[in-house]
């Protein structure tokens, strides 16, 4: 396997785990998108899991920026993995973060435009449902099951609900798209709060969720950021007491990147079958950056 490393300029504050003496150690993972093949090989690039998908990263923090679903066949399987590694690395002494991405709240919200024939069939043995349910009623037969499964309040939604939109871990920053200071004066944890309520179908799907500024949606970072937008962030970054940010949502065609002097870096690296790209997952160990890659 090679390895590339990144020096972070500037003054980086070592993480400790759990009060233990040595750097905690973060891999974050980019779009996913219905590829059970790639999110295995990311997974085990990591260190994240063995050759029967089961935890093997100990106290490994591993973060994956959103976009499981659509465009791909194998979703609830991912979804499923996910949902148990979770607890397999609490169990352990790490975590696994999965965020949400612009994609599973659309199908939360009943836009289904990135949904392959395979995505409809794969959750067709996902929930039961009853075949006269009203709220059903406004997607085609061949929708249903899935919407039975992803709507507000309906199981696969209440297991995204568990999730976080954005999630600070120490000096590093997680999010699909991009934090914006009209998100940091919202407030990051109300963002995170009403966003599962809304998954669980307590409230209506919160403003701050909508248009292409949302945090899900935002390529300000991602999309060859000018020095506007660099500046920005530094505020934000600023704002948030952090050192980077780590998004998705925006292919890098040239593999993993950083922009804005390495206060961004961008993993969405194109990784499922839908675009033919390559793995890569990003490492962060203290005041170290590496790009993992076969």
């Avoid at 990144?6 to 150690?25: D, H, I, K, P, Q």
């Avoid at 779009?31 to 260190?47: E, P, W």
């Avoid at 200071?181 to 919202?186: A, F, K, N, W």
């Avoid at 999309?223 to 500046?231: K, P």
Wanted: glycine share 12%; hydrophobic share 45%; net charge negative.
């Amino acid at each position: 396997m090679r390895l590339w490393t990144l020096r972070v300029l500037g003054l980086l504050v070592f993480a400790v785990w759990a009060g233990s003496a040595t750097a905690e150690r973060i891999v974050a993972i980019g779009d996913l998108h219905g590829d059970i093949a790639a999110t295995r090989g990311a997974l085990r690039l990591a260190g994240a899991i063995d050759d029967e998908d089961r935890w093997i990263g100990g106290e490994l923090v591993l973060v994956q920026t959103g976009d499981q679903l659509d465009r791909g066949d194998d979703e609830q399987q991912i979804l499923d993995l996910f949902g148990r590694l979770r607890v397999e690395a609490r169990a352990a002494g790490g975590a696994f973060h999965a965020l949400l991405g612009n994609h599973e709240l659309m199908n939360a919200k009943g836009d289904l435009r990135y949904v392959t024939d395979g995505g409809y069939a794969d959750f067709e043995d996902a929930v039961s449902f009853d075949a006269d349910d009203p709220e059903l009623a406004a997607f085609e037969p061949h929708q249903r099951a899935r919407m039975a499964a992803l709507l507000p309040g309906r199981p696969y939604a209440m297991r995204l609900a568990e999730r976080s939109l954005i999630l600070q871990l120490g000096q590093n920053v997680f999010v699909h798209g991009g934090v914006l200071p009209e998100h940091i004066e919202y407030g990051i944890e109300r963002i995170n709060q009403e966003t599962r309520a809304w998954l669980r179908g307590e409230i209506e799907r919160p403003d701050i969720l909508n248009g292409s500024g949302s945090p899900q949606w935002t390529r300000l970072y991602s999309d060859e950021a000018d020095s506007s937008a660099c500046s920005t962030l530094a505020e934000v970054l600023r704002r948030l007491g952090a050192t980077r940010l780590v998004v998705g949502h925006t292919i890098q065609e040239g593999g993993i990147a950083d922009a804005c002097d390495g206060m961004v870096w961008c993993i969405d690296v194109a990784m499922a079958k839908h675009y033919g790209g390559t793995v890569q997952v990003l490492e962060i160990a203290g005041d170290e950056i590496r790009v993992l890659q076969p």
